[in-house]
């Protein structure tokens, strides 16, 4: 497949490790086109060329969009590219945590993924995923010697099919955690794993597993 990732900070170079991985193609882009470009630099070695690099405002590749940028800056991408998101797969990363990384700046009877929908043109097919996981860790996709759960929420049934199959073929394992507004505990759950980082000294080199 090909799949553009906005944003090319330390989720995307994670994920689309892993993407790579799979074998498949990834345009990065970033308002910042140097800095896409640096990423991709780092990334091709390990690629055989199917990453490149471009500035936010190119046209996007592929029927999946990966939002990799802090939740501060999603409204700004989708205003971006409101014309060319309709009928494609749009992935909510984020983790809206507020600045005194002690609660969530969105209300609790919604989250950063249900007001991305909001926010995107009605056909486009928002998914919550990767939110839980860390950057550090999607570059090897394992933490603890096992694969990491990669926790997928959305409404279109379809969308959630072709992100768990990214998931699978990059070495994860992906869990469908129900729709959109599951995001909610997601969003928890990631600000919770996110400070016991600093109470367990694990260096975000940690991961949520689901074991029986």
Same mark, same amino acid.
Request: aromatic residues 4%.
């Given at each position: 497949?090909?799949?553009?990732?906005?944003?090319?900070?330390?989720?995307?170079?994670?994920?689309?490790?892993?993407?790579?991985?799979?074998?498949?193609?990834?345009?990065?882009?970033?308002?910042?086109?140097?800095?896409?470009?640096?990423?991709?630099?780092?990334?091709?070695?390990?690629?055989?060329?199917?990453?490149?690099?471009?500035?936010?405002?190119?046209?996007?590749?592929?029927?999946?969009?990966?939002?990799?940028?802090?939740?501060?800056?999603?409204?700004?991408?989708?205003?971006?590219? /409101?014309? #060319? %998101?309709? !009928?494609?797969? $749009?992935?909510?990363? *984020?983790?809206?945590?507020?600045?005194?990384?002690?609660?969530? =700046?969105?209300?609790?009877?919604?989250?950063?993924?249900?007001?991305?929908?909001?926010?995107?043109?009605?056909?486009?097919?928002?998914?919550?995923?990767?939110?839980?996981?860390?950057?550090?860790?999607?570059?090897?996709?394992?933490?603890?010697?096992?694969?990491?759960?990669?926790?997928?929420?959305?409404?279109?049934?379809?969308?959630?099919?072709?992100?768990?199959?990214?998931?699978?073929?990059?070495?994860?394992?992906?869990?469908?955690?129900?729709?959109?507004?599951? /995001?909610? #505990? %997601?969003? !928890?759950?990631? $600000?919770?794993?996110? *400070?016991?980082?600093?109470?367990?000294?694990?260096?975000?080199? =940690?991961?949520?597993?689901?074991?029986?």
């Amino acid at each position: 497949m090909q799949v553009t990732i906005l944003g090319a900070g330390s989720m995307s170079r994670g994920i689309a490790t892993r993407l790579l991985a799979g074998g498949h193609e990834v345009h990065i882009l970033d308002r910042d086109a140097g800095h896409a470009a640096t990423l991709v630099d780092e990334l091709r070695s390990a690629s055989d060329g199917r990453v490149s690099a471009g500035a936010v405002g190119d046209k996007l590749m592929g029927d999946v969009v990966i939002l990799a940028v802090p939740y501060v800056g999603v409204a700004r991408m989708i205003r971006a590219y /409101a014309d #060319q %998101l309709p !009928g494609r797969v $749009l992935v909510d990363v *984020t983790n809206p945590v507020n600045a005194a990384y002690d609660g969530l =700046s969105v209300p609790p009877d919604t989250s950063a993924a249900e007001e991305i929908a909001k926010l995107a043109p009605d056909s486009t097919k928002v998914i919550k995923a990767f939110n839980t996981t860390f950057a550090g860790t999607l570059l090897t996709g394992r933490a603890g010697g096992l694969p990491l759960d990669v926790l997928i929420a959305g409404d279109d049934a379809d969308a959630k099919a072709t992100i768990a199959r990214l998931v699978e073929m990059g070495g994860m394992r992906p869990l469908d955690v129900g729709p959109l507004h599951r /995001a909610r #505990q %997601l969003e !928890g759950m990631g $600000l919770l794993h996110i *400070t016991l980082q600093f109470t367990m000294g694990t260096g975000f080199g =940690s991961a949520i597993k689901i074991v029986s």
